[in-house]
Every structure is written in C-alpha cells, then in structure tokens.
C-alpha cells in the first residue's frame, strides 16, 4: 500500500546548520506531495508542497524536490533558526480524491541550539 | 479567521464510556477531515466530510466511531464504549477549494485518555 519513510529523529542542530530531513514514498499513481510542520503547541500547518514530478516546493526559507526516479522529497534548509524547531511531517495525497486524505510519516523532531 | 477549533483540548474517561468530540471549521470550508495521532506517529486519516455529506472513510474507523456534520457547519465525532487503544490525540482539519488548491488547516485537537 501506499506509504511515507521519514528518517528517524531526533535531530540537533547548532543556529545556521544545514538541515536535510530524508522522505521516501512508496504509491501507485501519481501522489502530491507534502510537508507539514507542528510547533510546540500548536496545530498542524503545511509548509510547502509539489504535486508533480520535478516541482519544487519552497517557503520561508525550506525547499523540496519531488524525485520521481528517486520516490523522494527530502526536506533541506541552508540555515536553521531556532524558531525552526518543531516536528516536521513527510505527507502524500493520491489526487483523484480529495488532496486532504493524507497519508504521513512518522515524523521528524528538530531542535535548534543557539 | 479565526482557525479551526476543537473541544475539548484534553478528555479523560473510562474503558466503556462514550465520548463526543467537536469541531469547528474555519468559516465557509467546506470539507471537513477527522484525523488521529497516537504518540510517535504521524497523523491517520479517518473520515471526511464536502458539506453534510461523509464521503470518505478509512477502515480505521470501527463501527464504535461515528461522526456528523450537521447542515455542513461543526462536526462531531463520538465514540462509543471506549477501549483504550482509542488514547490518542484527535484532529481536525477543514479546507476550501479542490485539487491542487486545496490547502487544509488544523486544529490543535483534542487528546483523549482512556484509563
């Protein structure tokens, strides 16, 4: 079936590191892609997404590629905040149906030290 | 916007018992999404709603659970003689649009606890 391979964390990082979070995927068809991220205390929000091969999603600073050859959207920043600490979430929705149906990783917790 | 609402932030209850949850979506979304979280995992989905009607359902979702969106606005989800597998926490995402322009917004849902 269809699923989502996050790398396991948790991840540390000194302020201004680089951060790559790995994602593969595994699903029939043609799947979007999805990064979410979760702050402490707060809901869910999306923060960036491709919905064909070779997009590339990019905000506030974090980009991803979709691999098709690869099945992979690893998640990459030159340089963290601490701000940027939070869980962040590999998801991919098979379109044809609703884009909300999602199915995520696991998660990968990031801390950010000054 | 005022972003997605759900309530309670925290319930605890006995194997047995059943128990509603609610939620409201931002106005005007018109899908809603239920999704559980249990610890050290990523979200699953469970059930959706375009207005009133339930169009989706994961097989997650035993015949203990159910849940209604009345007139398309809240939404509840109840589940019935709790076991405490169900300790997890319950999220809710609504969304406008269709497509690749459908972009979803959580709530900080409601975490149960079945003792």
């Known amino acids: 079936g269809d699923s989502v391979t996050q790398m396991e964390g948790p991840v540390t990082l000194s302020e201004e590191a680089f951060l790559t979070i790995n994602c593969t995927y595994t699903a029939t068809g043609y799947p979007s892609l999805f990064w979410y991220v979760q702050y402490p205390g707060e809901g869910l929000q999306l923060l960036l997404k491709?919905?064909?091969?070779?997009d590339k999603g990019s905000n506030k600073g974090f980009e991803a590629t979709y691999r098709k050859e690869t099945t992979s959207f690893h998640l990459e920043k030159g340089s963290v905040q601490v701000s940027d600490s939070a869980v962040y979430f590999c998801?991919?929705?098979?379109?044809?149906?609703?884009?909300?149906?999602?199915?995520f990783g696991k998660g990968t917790k990031l801390s950010v030290k000054p | 916007d005022t972003g997605v609402s759900q309530n309670p932030r925290h319930k605890i209850t006995k194997r047995g018992q059943n128990v509603t949850f609610r939620c409201d979506p931002i106005?005007?979304?018109?899908?809603l999404y239920w999704y559980r979280q249990t610890l050290g995992q990523g979200p699953e989905f469970l059930t959706y709603f375009q207005n009133e009607a339930q169009l989706e359902k994961s097989r997650l979702l035993s015949d203990r659970f159910s849940a209604e969106r009345p007139k398309g606005s809240f939404s509840t989800l109840e589940i019935q003689r709790t076991e405490q597998g169900d300790s997890a926490m319950y999220l809710c995402?609504?969304?406008?649009?269709?497509?690749?322009?459908?972009?979803?917004?959580f709530g900080s849902g409601t975490q149960l606890s079945v003792l």
């Open positions: 106005s005007e979304h018109n899908r």
């Open positions: 998801a991919l929705s098979i379109y044809g149906g609703s884009q909300g149906n999602l199915i």
């Open positions: 995402a609504s969304s406008l649009g269709d497509g690749p322009t459908e972009k979803l917004f």
């Open positions: 491709a919905t064909k091969a070779d």
